[in-house]
């Protein structure tokens, strides 16, 4: 079983830290399940123009294929201007209309403001439902303010809603197979 683990900013190191951390904690409780991080930030992903995917640059063909052949997918962005990134909408954009079809797809937002942690259900969310993912009851949202001025977070509430983030989706995940 195979957990990808996408940050979808082009800046930063705030988004990527958190999918690494629900990395770590897959691999640690989870030894059988295999992890990939795909950082959006070290790949020059195409604008989508219309055309079939190979007439794309190898890095865009080799996101969408490695996002195609996981069997789970936590999506991570930050908010902007009250909406995901584009950079992540773009790559969406690319994937085909089942391309999440029996595959566990959860959701990390990071913002500044606690207003915008319903961008999760009114925007990501729709658009996994679309590609035909099954979105985790739970999501995280994080609050810029808990970094640390390394990026990191050091709060126990956090660690545990990642928990059950992982444990739900591979709890569905696993009820899809039998």
Known sequence: MKLVGLS??????????????????????????ETELI?????????????????????????????LNADLIVIATPIYQASI?????????????DAFKNKVTG??????????????????????NFLKGIVPTGNIFVHSDLFDEDNQIDDPDYHRRIKKLVDEMLHLSKSLSV
């Open 8 to 33: 979808g900013s082009l800046s930063g190191s705030k988004t990527a830290n958190i999918v690494n951390d629900v990395l770590k904690h897959s691999k640690l409780n989870y030894p059988e399940v």
């Open 39 to 67: 950082d959006l930030k070290d790949y020059e992903i195409e604008f989508v123009k219309g055309m079939p995917l190979q007439f794309y640059n190898n890095d865009t063909v080799t996101v969408v294929k490695k996002l």
């Open 85 to 97: 990134t584009g950079a992540l909408k773009n790559l969406l954009d690319h994937l085909p209309v």
């Open 107 to 128: 959701i990390v937002t990071i913002a500044g403001t606690d207003k915008h942690f319903l961008v999760a259900e009114h925007q990501l969310k729709p658009i996994l």
